[in-house]
């Protein structure tokens, strides 16, 4: 808490001719080989002479009153906490850059999804099914990427993706769980095997577990009617299995 | 790959792989079809070639991993050319002793053969009654071909009816011979093609367009799923001929993304037909330009709806509009564009390679050729089944599917997915055709067929059409989208026990607004599976609502299980098993079930051994008191507890 306070007021700062003029003595007392350091170094100490020097109510620094001397030990203590924020900033800027590699990497995919349909906006469910399938869902983001690229508007594309069944707006787990809910499936049981599933998983369909491991849905067909009622747990097929075997199955998927 | 630019270079081609083939060598086909795929057959096949490889046998052995053959029921379907030695049910435990005795030395491993009920073995794939009843035609060459190999499909004549097309005849003589073979839509309509295909042609505007519809999603259907996965090639020949009778320069075809391996075969096969200048420009050197594309469809049934699938095609909603033109006049882009299912377009090449005379001897007098249907349910032989159109059902479920499993009685049929209905047991000798089916209250439609038995209830079916509908409607129109919603909330009242006097009466009132009111084929045709049921089944609609019985004891709510005092033999499964902890007792004691405990889960009855059989399903009559707590089990002398 007490870092996070004194990070603002380090960063939120106006320097008054005073304050900089403070700066400049300390500077020569700090005797720092960089600029950086010294500004860092700099801006620390002031933040801590402005707040001694400042008068609150007026918002003006008191003139009358002496900067302070520093010590040699607490010297070494703002050099230290200035090496903090060092690697404070350091940290966050990586961050920062790591994601936002990220997010250009994945507008980059998208990118080259829309160039393989040539661009077209008429293939606009194609790119759609392509980036789904990339991440299982559809993020926010890459769905304005989209609508900027190709020049539809968001809302159309949110038409497209609310209406078919083949796309997600959330996050979907690790494992896909589909339970067959077509007729053949459905007069052999199917509705009680999907039973047995949303009690063993805990979730129902359309919804994911909370550690992310899986993602229930029911689907109309599989095509191995011969098999109904017939759950699907990524790629394998599993014919009516009972608790027990159900419950070995979900244990082998991490 | 040269490129073919003549109908000469086509055969020549054909004579060359011919040539390089021995008919005389081994070959082992393996299904690798949808159903045979869940089965396993990717495992048989990958140990069929380690083995070969380890055992050095590649130059004497082929290993072929074919489409679907229609026997789902007993995948993995190995069938070893060119003696035709099916074996059924084969695990890759077998693959070894395969390769031993039938390959090496010849001879035949008996218990991977069919049986028939009288015990007899029988080899030959054809000879198995599921296939001996059934005219393979369209979907007959799925067992020969590997999909991802247009050689295979050259060296069984393929693009032969093409080539022909092309150097022989006029569009205007093809049209001639669709029209006269009176080809009747495949889809469901069964709208006759050739003429579709006459009102597309004669449109105005130079841009037209030609469509596969492959957008199957009728649940429990899956022929239109495995002619594309085996038979890829049969399609895009329809389709090219169909492009140039009517006029067109581009092709679609919409397939559903949640059919991977078909999606995958058509982007091979299409490329292998531009390799061999069998799409793209000039067109084996006839100067007709061609060329397809493929759109995944993501997954909406009313998008199979022919204008909703041409808005979807043009990357937008795929919600029907109302059909005052057709869309044969103005379709894609408001194109002429002309619409066929998977069947149909597969079924042209054999008409331009048989002859009228040929396709227009099998099948009704109104309805020609063969229909491929999902025989599934409560039927012993679940699978794909080619037959010519006119055979009755009864043929169908019992000479070919082999009748009810475990000697259930035949309740009714289910024909035509959620648009068709249930034909009852009285009319089981309905013949297959499209105006016979419509006349018994149901319809052709894609070709789903599901058989039901006595332990299904038909207010539970119509309730399950319609929770299918009310989820898959666009919400466009009121009849429909109130409608179907409506008539679900009355049959989830009758379900649960709490149907009022009027209701069924209620329910034929809006089926008969929504048929008539909606604006597309899946409003108007959603009432038919109450309907149907209503008409058929009426007894059992007043059993729930009269006297809350539910006489196949399917609905919960109307159900009890109870365990009979005077046959519990006290073996503790029953109470082991139970998931919610329903059962007391103990060894030697009497088990009963706390009603109030009990979440109607029907284990207790599928655990009972046989030969107590204590548990029993109560519907409509109250349960009766059970014995005290504690009531020991009185066993004959001699009689040990379990």
Same mark, same amino acid.
């Given at each position: 808490?007490?870092?996070?306070?004194?990070?603002?007021?380090?960063?939120?700062?106006?320097?008054?001719?005073?304050?900089?003029?403070?700066?400049?003595?300390?500077?020569?007392?700090?005797?720092?080989?960089?600029?950086?350091?010294?500004?860092?170094?700099?801006?620390?100490l002031?933040?801590?002479?402005?707040?001694?020097?400042?008068?609150?109510?007026?918002?003006?620094?008191?003139?009358?009153?002496?900067?302070?001397?520093?010590?040699?030990?607490?010297?070494? #203590?703002?050099?230290?906490?200035?090496?903090?924020?060092?690697?404070?900033?350091?940290?966050?800027?990586?961050?920062?850059?790591?994601? =936002?590699k990220?997010?250009?990497?994945?507008?980059?995919?998208?990118?080259?999804?829309?160039?393989?349909?040539?661009?077209?906006?008429?293939?606009?469910?194609?790119?759609?099914?392509?980036?789904?399938?990339?991440?299982?869902?559809?993020?926010?983001?890459?769905?304005?990427?989209?609508?900027?690229?190709?020049?539809?508007?968001?809302t159309?594309?949110?038409?497209?993706?609310?209406?078919?069944?083949?796309?997600?707006?959330?996050?979907?787990g690790?494992?896909?769980?589909?339970?067959?809910?077509?007729?053949?499936?459905?007069?052999?049981?199917?509705?009680?095997?999907?039973?047995?599933?949303?009690?063993?998983?805990?979730?129902?369909?359309g919804?994911?577990?909370?550690?992310?491991?899986?993602?229930?849905?029911?689907?109309?067909?599989?095509?191995?009617?011969?098999?109904?009622?017939?759950?699907?747990?990524?790629?394998?097929?599993?014919s009516?299995?009972?608790? *027990?075997? =159900?419950?070995?199955?979900?244990?082998?998927?991490? | 790959?040269?490129?073919?630019?003549?109908?000469?270079?086509?055969?020549?081609?054909?004579?060359?792989?011919?040539?390089?083939?021995?008919?005389?060598?081994?070959?082992?086909?393996?299904?690798?079809?949808?159903?045979?795929?869940?089965?396993?057959?990717?495992?048989?096949?990958?140990?069929?070639?380690?083995e070969?490889?380890?055992?050095?046998?590649?130059?004497?052995?082929?290993?072929?991993?074919?489409?679907?053959?229609?026997?789902?029921?007993?995948?993995?379907?190995?069938?070893?050319?060119?003696?035709?030695?099916?074996?059924?049910?084969?695990?890759?435990?077998?693959?070894?002793?395969?390769?031993?005795?039938?390959?090496?030395?010849?001879?035949?491993?008996?218990?991977?053969?069919?049986?028939?009920?009288?015990?007899?073995?029988?080899?030959?794939?054809?000879?198995?009654?599921?296939?001996?009843?059934?005219?393979?035609?369209?979907?007959?060459?799925n067992?020969?071909?590997?999909p991802?190999?247009?050689?295979?499909?050259?060296?069984?004549?393929?693009?032969?009816?093409?080539?022909?097309?092309?150097?022989?005849?006029?569009?205007? #003589?093809?049209?001639?011979?669709?029209?006269?073979?009176?080809l009747?839509?495949?889809?469901?309509?069964?709208?006759?093609? @050739?003429?579709?295909?006459?009102?597309?042609?004669?449109?105005?505007?130079?841009i037209?367009?030609?469509?596969?519809?492959?957008?199957?999603?009728?649940?429990?259907?899956?022929?239109?799923?495995?002619?594309?996965?085996?038979?890829?090639?049969?399609?895009?020949?329809?389709? %090219?001929?169909?492009?140039?009778?009517?006029?067109?320069?581009? @092709?679609?075809?919409?397939?559903?993304?949640?059919?991977?391996?078909?999606?995958?075969?058509?982007?091979?096969?299409?490329?292998?037909?531009?390799?061999h *200048?069998?799409?793209?420009?000039?067109?084996?050197?006839?100067?007709?330009?061609f060329?397809?594309?493929?759109?995944?469809?993501?997954?909406?049934?009313?998008?199979?709806?022919?204008?909703?699938?041409?808005?979807?095609?043009?990357?937008?909603?795929?919600?029907?509009?109302?059909?005052?033109?057709r869309?044969?006049?103005?379709?894609?882009?408001?194109?002429?564009?002309?619409?066929?299912?998977?069947?149909?377009?597969?079924?042209?090449?054999?008409?331009?390679?048989?002859?009228?005379?040929?396709?227009?001897?099998i099948?009704?007098?109104?309805?020609?050729?063969?229909?491929?249907?999902?025989?599934?349910?409560?039927?012993?032989?679940?699978?794909?089944?080619?037959?010519?159109?006119?055979?009755?059902?009864?043929?169908?479920?019992?000479?070919?599917?082999?009748?009810?499993?475990?000697?259930?009685?035949?309740?009714?049929?289910?024909?035509?997915?959620?648009?068709?209905?249930?034909?009852?047991?009285?009319?089981i000798?309905?013949?297959?055709?499209?105006?016979?089916?419509?006349?018994?209250?149901?319809?052709?439609?894609?070709?789903?067929?599901?058989?039901?038995?006595?332990?299904?209830?038909?207010?539970?079916?119509?309730?399950?059409?319609?929770?299918?509908?009310?989820?898959?409607s666009?919400?466009?129109?009121?009849?429909?989208?109130?409608?179907?919603?409506q008539?679900?909330?009355?049959?989830?009242?009758?379900?649960?026990?709490? @149907?009022?006097?009027?209701?069924?009466?209620?329910?034929?009132?809006?089926?008969?607004?929504?048929?008539?009111?909606?604006?597309?084929?899946?409003?108007?045709?959603?009432?038919?599976?109450?309907?149907?049921?209503?008409?058929?089944?009426?007894?059992?609609?007043?059993?729930?609502?009269?006297?809350?019985?539910?006489?196949?004891?399917?609905?919960?709510?109307?159900?009890?299980?109870? %365990?009979?005092?005077?046959?519990?033999?006290?073996?503790?499964?029953?109470?082991?098993?139970?998931?919610?902890?329903?059962?007391? *007792?103990?060894?030697?004691?009497?088990?009963?079930?706390n009603?109030?405990?009990c979440?109607?889960?029907?284990v207790?009855?599928?655990?009972?051994?046989?030969?107590?059989?204590?548990?029993?399903?109560?519907?409509?009559v109250?349960?009766?008191?059970?014995v005290?707590?504690?009531?020991?089990?009185?066993?004959?002398? *001699?009689?040990k507890?379990e």
């Amino acid at each position: 808490m007490a870092k996070r306070k004194t990070k603002s007021s380090f960063v939120g700062i106006k320097v008054t001719t005073e304050q900089a003029k403070t700066l400049t003595r300390l500077q020569g007392v700090l005797n720092s080989p960089t600029k950086t350091e010294v500004l860092l170094k700099g801006l620390d100490l002031l933040s801590k002479s402005y707040s001694a020097t400042l008068v609150p109510r007026e918002g003006r620094p008191d003139t009358k009153a002496e900067p302070r001397v520093v010590t040699s030990l607490e010297l070494s #203590q703002l050099e230290s906490e200035a090496h903090q924020y060092i690697s404070i900033l350091q940290q966050t800027k990586n961050r920062s850059e790591e994601v =936002m590699k990220q997010v250009i990497q994945e507008l980059a995919k998208i990118d080259q999804t829309i160039d393989k349909y040539g661009g077209d906006k008429d293939c606009l469910i194609q790119i759609l099914l392509d980036i789904q399938r990339e991440n299982r869902w559809l993020p926010k983001d890459a769905l304005m990427w989209v609508s900027q690229k190709l020049d539809i508007p968001l809302t159309q594309i949110y038409h497209i993706a609310t209406f078919y069944k083949a796309f997600s707006l959330v996050p979907q787990g690790r494992h896909s769980v589909s339970v067959c809910m077509g007729t053949a499936c459905h007069v052999r049981g199917a509705p009680r095997l999907l039973e047995k599933v949303t009690d063993t998983l805990k979730i129902k369909p359309g919804e994911t577990s909370d550690d992310m491991r899986f993602s229930l849905k029911t689907v109309n067909c599989l095509g191995c009617c011969a098999l109904g009622p017939v759950m699907v747990v990524d790629e394998d097929y599993h014919s009516n299995p009972s608790t *027990g075997e =159900m419950e070995k199955i979900f244990a082998t998927c991490d | 790959m040269p490129r073919l630019n003549s109908a000469t270079d086509l055969e020549k081609l054909r004579q060359e792989i011919l040539a390089h083939r021995d008919p005389n060598k081994p070959c082992v086909t393996i299904c690798s079809g949808t159903g045979c795929h869940a089965y396993g057959s990717e495992k048989v096949a990958d140990t069929f070639l380690n083995e070969i490889q380890s055992k050095n046998l590649q130059k004497k052995v082929d290993i072929r991993r074919t489409g679907c053959h229609g026997y789902c029921e007993r995948g993995t379907i190995v069938v070893i050319f060119p003696e035709e030695i099916c074996y059924l049910r084969v695990k890759p435990e077998d693959v070894p002793e395969i390769i031993a005795t039938t390959l090496v030395e010849g001879k035949i491993i008996e218990r991977l053969l069919y049986e028939d009920d009288d015990g007899q073995k029988i080899i030959h794939e054809g000879d198995i009654p599921f296939y001996k009843h059934q005219r393979r035609i369209v979907f007959g060459p799925n067992r020969f071909i590997d999909p991802k190999s247009i050689n295979d499909y050259i060296a069984r004549g393929g693009y032969a009816a093409l080539a022909k097309v092309l150097s022989e005849m006029t569009p205007e #003589q093809v049209l001639e011979e669709v029209k006269k073979a009176n080809l009747r839509g495949r889809g469901g309509g069964g709208f006759p093609a @050739g003429i579709k295909w006459e009102t597309t042609r004669n449109a105005p505007g130079e841009i037209k367009y030609v469509i596969v519809n492959a957008d199957e999603g009728d649940p429990g259907a899956y022929m239109d799923r495995s002619l594309l996965e085996g038979n890829p090639h049969s399609v895009l020949e329809g389709l %090219i001929i169909g492009a140039y009778t009517i006029g067109a320069h581009q @092709g679609f075809i919409y397939v559903r993304q949640e059919y991977p391996l078909a999606v995958e075969n058509l982007y091979i096969i299409l490329e292998q037909a531009r390799e061999h *200048g069998l799409l793209g420009a000039n067109i084996l050197g006839s100067g007709f330009d061609f060329d397809v594309m493929v759109h995944r469809g993501a997954g909406a049934f009313v998008s199979g709806e022919s204008s909703a699938l041409m808005t979807a095609i043009e990357g937008r909603v795929g919600e029907p509009r109302p059909k005052y033109i057709r869309t044969a006049v103005s379709g894609i882009w408001g194109k002429p564009s002309n619409l066929n299912n998977v069947e149909t377009w597969a079924t042209i090449p054999l008409i331009i390679n048989n002859g009228v005379t040929w396709f227009t001897s099998i099948g009704t007098e109104k309805s020609k050729g063969t229909k491929i249907f999902s025989l599934v349910g409560k039927v012993n032989n679940t699978g794909l089944v080619e037959v010519p159109m006119g055979m009755t059902l009864r043929e169908v479920i019992y000479d070919i599917g082999g009748g009810i499993p475990h000697g259930k009685k035949f309740k009714g049929v289910q024909t035509g997915g959620p648009s068709g209905g249930v034909i009852p047991e009285s009319l089981i000798d309905t013949r297959v055709d499209f105006d016979e089916l419509t006349k018994a209250g149901s319809m052709m439609g894609s070709g789903g067929m599901i058989v039901m038995d006595e332990d299904t209830c038909m207010v539970d079916v119509a309730r399950y059409f319609l929770s299918f509908l009310s989820e898959e409607s666009c919400g466009q129109c009121v009849p429909c989208r109130e409608g179907i919603y409506q008539m679900l909330k009355i049959l989830n009242r009758i379900c649960a026990g709490q @149907g009022k006097p009027g209701d069924i009466e209620l329910l034929e009132e809006i089926a008969e607004v929504v048929r008539d009111a909606s604006l597309c084929a899946l409003g108007a045709t959603a009432p038919n599976p109450v309907l149907s049921t209503i008409k058929y089944f009426r007894d059992e609609y007043e059993a729930h609502v009269e006297k809350k019985r539910c006489p196949a004891g399917v609905c919960k709510a109307l159900i009890s299980y109870y %365990i009979e005092p005077k046959k519990c033999q006290a073996c503790l499964i029953c109470l082991r098993n139970c998931p919610a902890e329903a059962i007391s *007792g103990g060894k030697n004691l009497i088990h009963i079930i706390n009603q109030d405990k009990c979440t109607k889960c029907g284990v207790c009855l599928e655990v009972c051994p046989p030969q107590f059989d204590a548990v029993v399903k109560l519907s409509g009559v109250p349960v009766p008191k059970p014995v005290a707590i504690g009531t020991e089990v009185k066993r004959k002398r *001699g009689e040990k507890s379990e």
